[in-house]
């Protein structure tokens, strides 16, 4: 009896995947992404001093400091049913544990909590980083009574799967520190894959590391944002048909290469990568430490 109930939970579990999969939408993916940054006062030298900068209304006096912002884009996902902020490393990197996360939750009420906090909240959470690859992982604990929509594992392209050339993919982020007003509301840039799954010979890139190149350029703040293939409507006669095949997770925006006509390409971490944090040993002893599996 009890090896039925088990295998009733499990045929349950997995048509509420696959439902989820296929309704999902690249709308509701974009409630997946939180912004990241980090705000400091702007300050200059002079005479061996370092003074802040600050502006002064003619009208009332008021000041307001000049900030600087640093910026990037990470995604939630789902993995043995614990949730993770996804983003570029060097993203994570440059980020001090004062940086924001700002998200949505699924009603669009936008959060907004530090780094800091989120490592008071998960003892022994941290940044975890790929040995190579531009990618890296955060333990998001920020659940109670809260509704979120997460990029499910089920959406991640397998390493075996390929794209064709010219595949139409989506990228969701927050560039120029656009997408922050009201509610946070991520910047969709369409893009084609230029190649699939290659190396790059280029200065500072290791040539082990595979890539997805795009024949777009993305502007500053792209870098950590999730890339997306979505089956687009097709005509069949005068008729558009949706198709019911679920978006794929392909992998994050990492960058770009340029040369001197001003040509730029787009690189992508393939989200294979990710899979490879999951199962180091780093990751490892953390899941030991908290008691998960």
């Given amino acids: ?30 409630k997946t992404t939180v912004y990241i ?18 502006f002064k209304d003619t009208q009332t006096g008021e000041l307001t400091p000049k900030l600087i912002t640093k910026q990037g884009t990470g995604f939630l996902v789902v993995h043995n049913k614990h949730i993770y902020i996804v983003t570029a490393a060097h993203v994570a990197k440059d980020m001090s544990n004062k940086a924001e996360i700002i998200w949505n939750t699924a009603s669009d009420e936008t959060r907004i909590f530090t780094i800091e906090d989120l490592e008071k909240k998960l003892p022994y959470s941290k940044w975890f ?40 993919v989506y990228v969701l982020g927050f560039p120029l520190n656009l997408g922050l007003h009201d509610t946070l509301s991520p910047i969709s840039k369409k893009a084609e894959i230029a190649s699939w799954i290659t190396t790059i010979d280029y200065p500072n890139i290791r040539l082990d590391a595979k890539f997805i190149l795009l024949d777009e350029d993305l502007a500053v703040g792209y870098s950590g944002a999730p890339v997306f293939i979505s089956p687009e409507p097709q005509m069949q006669g005068n008729k558009i048909v949706l198709t019911n095949s679920p978006p794929k997770l392909i992998g994050i925006q990492s960058g770009t290469i340029a040369d001197q006509t001003g040509g730029k390409i787009s690189l992508v971490v393939p989200i294979p990568y990710l899979d490879e944090i999951f199962s180091s040993e780093e990751f490892k002893k953390y899941k030991t430490q908290i008691g998960i599996e």
Avoid: C
Avoid at 1 to 26: C, G, R
Avoid at 37 to 54: A, T
């Fill in 37 to 54: 940054r980090e705000q400091f006062n702007s300050y200059e030298m002079k005479g061996g001093r370092k003074y802040e900068i600050w």
């Fill in 129 to 168: 980083f790929h040995t190579f690859a531009d990618i890296a992982v955060h333990p998001f604990g920020f659940t109670e009574k809260t509704e979120h929509i997460l990029v499910p594992e089920e959406l991640f392209i397998k390493k075996n799967e390929v794209a064709s050339l010219g595949t139409k």
């Fill in 1 to 30: 009896m009890k090896a039925i109930k088990q295998l009733f939970f499990v045929i349950l579990y997995l048509v509420f995947i696959s439902t989820v999969a296929q309704a999902i939408t690249i709308d509701e993916l974009g």
